[in-house]
């Protein structure tokens, strides 16, 4: 890749590549109050309910801002003051909502398993047991720390067996895994429009059970994070309380469209699949190592552990494949020295197969003769 101003593929887990259909609907400015606009917003609202079969007993809240935004919108408003709630923790996002539940000020304990390891749902049952005063259950849907994808639907019957509420960010599975609310027992869902519906950034929102969000108002601890307070307004008004990102939802708008036409949620999650299996197929031929065994390892992104050749530099490694003209993730592990690489977005299996040739010329400039990880015995001791 010669060129500087080549923009080149993004194997992260968002932002991600776009279609230029989806980049070219932002070049229309839209009037916030727009009758059209509005009916846009419509739209996207029951599209999304559609997307997690809410029918009537869900509903659709926007919000400006990345998906932590809807994440902390989504706790804020979702959990009242006088609530308890259990975190389920096995990599960063469990942690960062642990930091956003600890600013709110709100009680809560800890699950914590480890970073390639699911949550066990029948602990978080147990858990449930010995503490009556929880009211709420907190999970990430797929953990991008590691990749690993968790039991959400297991976790859902213990929690829903106890009486209490399940809370899922949903946000980097949103739209390529199955989440049916009629069968996974949630009081709210929260996701973004630049992962796996593949959107752009700016766009968080949450999915509610109506019952739910109509018994929290007055929860939320900052105005523009209220989320019942937006949710009213919009069903009010059709509008939002404050300035839209316009050309960010105009972008959803048909990026939605474009996942419609793909077969929805079956179709974009058979993609990502055939190409998180090229992938993987494709670096273990090399001789990587993944960190997670296939079992438990989401189609979304997907952690390898660092070569222990010497003339391995991770850095040198990035800069020299975003040449080449793709973009991977450093790692965010604290088990293993790791990378990864995302199989979300535009990506098709003809772009996964350059990846690897990309990768492997990489490893041949580099030096690179093997790329086996440190034994597991010499990481123990190191």
């Keep these: 890749m010669t060129d500087p101003n080549a923009v080149p593929l993004l194997l992260t887990p968002g932002p991600l590549t776009t279609s230029e259909t989806t980049k070219r609907a932002m070049l229309r400015d839209w009037g916030s109050r727009d009758g059209r606009f509005v009916e846009m917003n419509v739209r996207i609202r029951r599209r999304l309910v559609d997307l997690v079969n809410g029918g009537d007993r869900f509903v659709a809240v926007p919000i400006q801002g990345s998906g932590t935004f809807a994440v902390e919108a989504m706790l804020g408003t979702m959990l009242p003051p006088d609530g308890k709630i259990l975190l389920a923790i096995n990599g960063a996002y469990g942690h960062r909502m642990a930091?956003?539940?600890?600013?709110?000020?709100?009680?809560?304990?800890?699950?914590?398993?480890?970073?390639?390891?699911?949550?066990?749902?029948?602990?978080?049952?147990?858990?449930?047991?010995?503490?009556?005063?929880?009211?709420?259950?907190?999970?990430?849907?797929?953990?991008?720390?590691?990749?690993?994808?968790?039991?959400?639907?297991?976790?859902?019957?213990?929690?829903?067996?106890?009486?209490?509420?399940?809370l899922i960010d949903a946000?980097?599975?949103?739209?390529?895994?199955?989440?049916?609310?009629?069968?996974?027992?949630?009081?709210?869902?929260?996701?973004?429009?630049?992962?796996?519906?593949?959107?752009?950034?700016?766009?968080?929102?949450?999915?509610?059970?109506?019952?739910?969000?109509?018994?929290?108002?007055?929860?939320?601890?900052?105005?523009?994070?209220?989320?019942?307070?937006?949710?009213?307004?919009?069903?009010?008004?059709?509008?939002?309380?404050?300035?839209?990102?316009?050309?960010?939802?105009?972008?959803?708008?048909?990026?939605?469209?474009?996942?419609?036409?793909?077969?929805?949620?079956?179709?974009?999650?058979?993609r990502y699949r055939e190409n998180c299996r090229i992938l993987v197929d494709g670096m273990r031929a090399m001789g990587f190592e993944t960190l997670l065994p296939d079992a438990i390892q989401a189609p979304i992104i997907v952690t390898f552990h660092m070569p222990s050749d010497p003339a391995f530099q991770f850095q040198s490694f990035y800069d020299r494949l975003r040449d080449r003209g793709f973009v991977i993730y450093p790692g965010k592990l604290t088990v293993a020295d790791s990378f990864r690489i995302g199989c979300i977005g535009q990506l098709h299996a003809a772009d996964m197969h350059n990846a690897l040739a990309a990768i492997a010329a990489t490893l041949a400039e580099m030096g690179v003769t093997h790329c086996s990880p440190v034994p597991v015995a010499r990481r123990a001791t190191a």
């Excluded at 800890?110 to 449930?128: C, H, K, M, N």
């Design 171 to 270: 946000m980097a599975a949103f739209g390529a895994l199955p989440l049916d609310v009629s069968e996974v027992a949630c009081d709210a869902v929260a996701a973004s429009s630049n992962k796996c519906l593949e959107g752009v950034p700016g766009l968080g929102f949450m999915l509610a059970r109506r019952e739910a969000i109509e018994a929290c108002e007055g929860n939320a601890h900052a105005l523009s994070l209220d989320l019942y307070d937006q949710w009213r307004f919009m069903e009010r008004a059709g509008q939002w309380r404050f300035t839209p990102p316009t050309h960010v939802i105009a972008a959803f708008d048909q990026a939605l469209t474009e996942h419609a036409a793909e077969g929805g949620v079956a179709g974009r999650g058979a």
């Design 99 to 166: 930091r956003i539940v600890e600013m709110l000020g709100r009680a809560a304990v800890e699950y914590e398993t480890a970073e390639d390891t699911p949550i066990d749902a029948a602990e978080v049952g147990r858990r449930l047991d010995a503490d009556p005063a929880i009211t709420h259950v907190a999970i990430v849907h797929c953990e991008t720390t590691s990749g690993v994808l968790n039991p959400v639907e297991a976790v859902a019957v213990e929690v829903a067996r106890r009486g209490r509420r399940l």
